[in-house]
């Protein structure tokens, strides 16, 4: 269960309150063109307001290294942010986050009143958990609110080191669901419960496949992941993306999970194509017979079956990793029929993942679903086990 201190524990009113949020969002020539992360924000800031806290929001955008790159700017965020709270959102431009602007707006700030800082990768103890930037982050309050789940997973000076120097560090709202749906589900699910993995590499899953083995009734494999095991099984798997260096663990992760009595799926037929374009002519196949010129790029119609089938009694479902290419349309029929599978279960469906996520959001299956993380990398490292360093420094209630 989570123990961690969250936002309903202390009192926020007249003090000034540090918020890390994830407001990471996607920009193109200046403008937001996905909201998401600003949206699934608005809950923990909201409440800070409304329990007459002076609130001062920070977030990193991009991949600006340390460096001021203007185009990376917060700005568009605290215009949007205002829009969607209705109230005015103080923009603090300030090149080193925490200067001039900064300072004054923490000393005049009312209560229930909201100021945003500049990106905080602007500088380079950022990324590096320095201790000036922890040290000026927490001068300007009291109080600490971690709520960048998005962010979780690094220890940098703004999700960590700001803790060490203020009175009280705690949670915010969107941390507190992210973890509680992705912890219940991998820790305490409701049976059977199944994992269904996917996505180009095996290589950047073995520690999830590993983690979930250990938890999972059913384990679902698909996408390019599968041709590895097919390959290890001695399948033909002609130009499909294959990791040699991982033929072994594979073939062990199936012995694997049979000792352990998991049912473990694999395609048992693919759609192939002789390139990854809508132009591209296609065809399906039998999975150990992959023409030597052609690349597996989706699961067949049989293999939906089959998934639809194996998934269709389970009440806890983690879906991480794409069934097939689903940017290219004609190669997206998998991961929509497994979207459909999961949107039309009675369980608890849960997304992981970046590309996951874009993909039940794209397909149109995004409210049909418990849970979709909107933390990719940090999501990810959640399924591998792993603690999240941002949420390890909060104090337990
Ligand atoms: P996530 O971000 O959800 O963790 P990944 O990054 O592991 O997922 O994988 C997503 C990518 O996997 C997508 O870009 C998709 O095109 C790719 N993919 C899925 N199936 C195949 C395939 N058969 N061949 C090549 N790429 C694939
Ligand atoms: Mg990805």
């Known amino acids: 269960m989570f123990n961690k201190k969250t936002i309903d524990d202390i009192d926020v009113r007249g003090k000034n309150v540090v918020v890390r949020c994830d407001f990471n969002v996607p920009l193109k020539e200046g403008k937001i063109t996905d909201d998401t992360r600003i949206v699934a924000a608005l809950p923990t800031i909201k409440k800070l307001i409304a329990d007459g806290g002076r609130v001062i929001l920070c977030s990193h955008l991009g991949k600006p290294k340390g460096t001021v790159k203007e185009e990376l700017t917060l700005a568009p965020v605290a215009q949007r942010l205002s829009e969607l709270l209705g109230q005015d959102v103080k923009f603090a431009k300030d090149n080193e986050v925490v200067g001039e602007n900064a300072r004054k707006a923490a000393a005049e700030i009312k209560d229930g009143e909201v100021v945003l800082l500049e990106n905080t990768r602007f500088r380079p103890e950022e990324e590096k958990n320095g201790e000036d930037l922890s040290k000026d982050l927490a001068s300007l309050g009291q109080i600490f609110v971690n709520d960048a789940f998005g962010t979780a997973h690094r220890a940098h000076a703004s999700t960590v080191g700001v803790a060490n120097f203020v009175e009280v560090a705690v949670v915010g709202y969107l941390m507190e669901k992210e973890i509680n749906f992705l912890g219940n589900a991998v820790d305490n699910p409701v049976r059977p419960f199944a994992a269904v993995l996917g996505g180009s590499k095996v290589s950047s899953k073995i520690s999830v496949i590993d983690n979930l083995l250990e938890k999972v009734d059913i384990l679902v494999i698909g996408g390019a992941m599968a041709y590895t095991f097919v390959k290890a099984a001695g399948g033909k798997v002609g130009k499909s993306l294959v990791e040699d260096e991982y033929l072994e663990y594979a073939a062990n992760m199936v012995k694997k999970a049979a000792d352990k009595g998991v049912k ?38 049989k293999t939906i079956e089959l998934f639809a089938d194996a998934l269709k009694d389970a009440k806890t479902v983690i879906w991480n990793g794409p069934m097939g290419v689903f940017e290219t349309k004609n190669f997206a029929k998998g991961t929509e029929a497994v979207a459909k599978v999961l949107a039309d279960l009675d369980a608890v469906t849960i997304i992981g993942g970046g590309d996951s996520a874009a993909a039940v959001n794209q397909l149109g299956f995004g409210d049909k679903m418990t849970h979709i993380s909107t933390g990719g990398g940090a999501s990810l490292e959640f399924l591998e086990g792993k603690g999240l360093p941002g949420v390890d420094i909060i104090a337990e209630k």
């Open 264 to 301: 473990l799926l694999l395609p048992v037929d693919t759609v192939v194509a002789p390139e990854i374009s809508d132009d591209a002519p296609f065809k399906t196949v039998d999975i150990m017979e992959i023409p030597d010129d052609m690349i597996g790029v989706d699961i067949g119609e």
